[in-house]
């Protein structure tokens, strides 16, 4: 493919997608265009090198925030620099990269010819959370301090977690001996196809509680409000996402916390517009002005600035204050945006009489442009040789 894909539109997801509609979009277009499935399609590799390399990007914020704000400068992936031939290096960083990920070793199993993992009887680490989180433009721009309260899923006290009634134990699923998968048949002509499903017994949990737990029904699970203290720093737009380690749901039998990601949406003002990092605003001003030429003072989020109107200005100019836009802190140091000002005006259709009066004493001292009143005198002289009847 001779022009780099932006990494969204490779996935086919929103720039606010979550991860795990990030992830469900890469197992499709893994699944489709996987070599081992298409040995036929030379172009099968390419797709299948540049959706992982989509997925490498998108599912790390780090890298996600920088492609977000840099694009393809901002960001490295070690798949962008394998040739789609050597499919060994591309298994190789593939693995890499699901390494701690059920999906991986689930498409593993599909792909690569490894076995399904049954389900883990030791600690299991939390899942992580994603909520969304509203400022103000002004904070936005200005970074700020913030306490929000986070719904999360903490081991029940009255069960440790287990889900089962005080006293009692949840026991192992005869149907599937406790692995949480079965293996399915089923008979296609010639073809016997055999997959593995979640056991339908125990839901894919692997065991079965005659007695659940009163207080969280079964789930070992309770709902509970955590406050945070939430840093916001300055200049950051909407879909920037802050990552907060070990505080999304806690983990079962002793396992670690998820992770919990802050995705900020910023509310429009309504004056000033963001587009990058420049601030724009439109504004009015009365059409001499803008023919004689003066100075307007105009208000920025950083205090009122004075702006030089230049003699004859036309509609919709766009007049710049440097460094007056959205300052913020980058991987290379402080970036600066600009204070864009777009200018209007128009013919007032109302006027008071001193207005009227100042109007009038120009229009009897300003004349016709000469060019277009000798365009005129021999238009008028044509008309009358012609004999016109006026």
């Given at each position: 493919?001779?022009?780099?894909?932006?990494?969204?539109?490779?996935?086919?997801?929103?720039?606010?997608?979550?991860?795990?509609?990030?992830?469900?979009?890469?197992?499709?277009?893994?699944?489709?265009?996987?070599?081992d499935?298409?040995?036929?399609?030379?172009?099968?590799?390419?797709?299948?090198?540049?959706?992982t390399?989509?997925?490498?990007?998108?599912?790390?914020?780090?890298?996600?925030?920088?492609y977000?704000?840099?694009?393809?400068?901002?960001?490295?992936?070690d798949?962008?620099?394998?040739?789609?031939?050597?499919?060994?290096?591309?298994?190789?960083?593939f693995s890499?990269?699901?390494?701690?990920?059920?999906?991986?070793?689930?498409?593993?199993?599909?792909?690569?010819?490894?076995?399904?993992?049954?389900?883990?009887?030791?600690?299991?680490?939390?899942?992580?959370?994603?909520?969304?989180?509203?400022?103000?433009f002004?904070?936005?721009?200005?970074?700020?301090?913030?306490?929000?309260?986070?719904?999360?899923?903490?081991?029940?006290?009255?069960?440790?977690?287990?889900?089962?009634?005080?006293?009692?134990?949840?026991?192992?699923?005869?149907?599937?001996?406790?692995?949480?998968?079965?293996?399915?048949?089923?008979?296609?002509?010639?073809?016997?196809?055999?997959?593995?499903?979640?056991?339908?017994?125990?839901?894919?949990?692997?065991?079965?509680?005659?007695?659940?737990?009163?207080?969280?029904?079964?789930?070992?699970?309770?709902?509970e409000?955590?406050?945070?203290?939430?840093?916001?720093?300055?200049?950051?737009?909407?879909?920037?996402?802050?990552?907060?380690?070990?505080?999304?749901e806690?983990?079962?039998?002793?396992?670690?916390?998820?992770?919990?990601?802050?995705?900020?949406?910023?509310?429009?003002?309504?004056?000033?517009?963001?587009?990058?990092?420049?601030?724009?605003?439109?504004?009015d001003?009365?059409y001499p002005?803008?023919?004689?030429?003066?100075?307007?003072?105009?208000?920025?989020?950083?205090?009122?600035e004075?702006?030089?109107i230049?003699?004859?200005?036309?509609?919709?100019?766009?007049?710049r204050?440097?460094?007056?836009?959205?300052?913020?802190?980058?991987?290379?140091?402080?970036?600066?945006?600009?204070?864009?000002?777009?200018?209007?005006?128009?013919?007032?259709?109302?006027?008071?009489?001193?207005?009227?009066?100042?109007?009038?004493?120009?229009?009897?001292?300003?004349?016709?442009?000469?060019?277009?009143?000798?365009?005129?005198?021999?238009?008028?002289?044509?008309?009358?040789?012609?004999k016109?009847?006026?």
């Amino acid at each position: 493919m001779s022009q780099k894909r932006d990494y969204y539109e490779v996935l086919g997801v929103s720039k606010d997608a979550s991860e795990d509609e990030i992830k469900k979009a890469f197992r499709k277009l893994a699944m489709e265009y996987h070599p081992d499935r298409n040995p036929d399609n030379p172009d099968a590799a390419e797709k299948f090198k540049e959706a992982t390399e989509a997925y490498d990007i998108l599912s790390n914020d780090e890298k996600r925030n920088s492609y977000d704000r840099f694009g393809f400068s901002g960001v490295h992936s070690d798949f962008s620099s394998v040739n789609s031939g050597d499919f060994s290096t591309i298994s190789d960083l593939f693995s890499s990269l699901f390494r701690d990920d059920f999906m991986g070793d689930d498409l593993f199993s599909q792909f690569f010819g490894g076995r399904r993992r049954s389900r883990p009887s030791g600690p299991q680490k939390g899942s992580d959370l994603l909520m969304n989180y509203q400022i103000t433009f002004i904070e936005a721009l200005y970074g700020t301090k913030k306490v929000v309260e986070v719904p999360i899923k903490k081991e029940c006290e009255s069960c440790k977690g287990s889900g089962a009634h005080e006293g009692t134990q949840p026991k192992k699923c005869d149907s599937c001996q406790g692995q949480g998968v079965e293996t399915v048949t089923r008979q296609m002509g010639f073809t016997r196809y055999i997959s593995q499903q979640a056991c339908s017994k125990c839901q894919g949990t692997g065991e079965i509680i005659d007695k659940p737990c009163k207080t969280c029904k079964g789930s070992g699970r309770s709902k509970e409000n955590e406050r945070l203290k939430l840093e916001i720093p300055p200049g950051v737009d909407s879909g920037f996402r802050l990552r907060i380690r070990n505080k999304g749901e806690e983990g079962r039998l002793g396992g670690s916390r998820g992770d919990l990601q802050i995705r900020l949406l910023v509310e429009p003002h309504s004056f000033y517009k963001r587009q990058a990092d420049n601030i724009i605003v439109e504004i009015d001003i009365p059409y001499p002005l803008a023919i004689l030429g003066g100075e307007l003072v105009v208000p920025t989020p950083y205090g009122p600035e004075k702006v030089k109107i230049p003699r004859k200005t036309k509609e919709g100019s766009v007049l710049r204050l440097q460094r007056k836009g959205i300052q913020r802190k980058t991987q290379y140091g402080m970036n600066y945006g600009d204070f864009l000002i777009v200018v209007h005006y128009s013919v007032p259709e109302r006027i008071s009489e001193e207005e009227k009066a100042k109007l009038t004493e120009l229009n009897e001292i300003m004349k016709i442009p000469s060019k277009q009143s000798k365009m005129f005198d021999e238009l008028i002289k044509e008309a009358k040789e012609n004999k016109v009847d006026y």
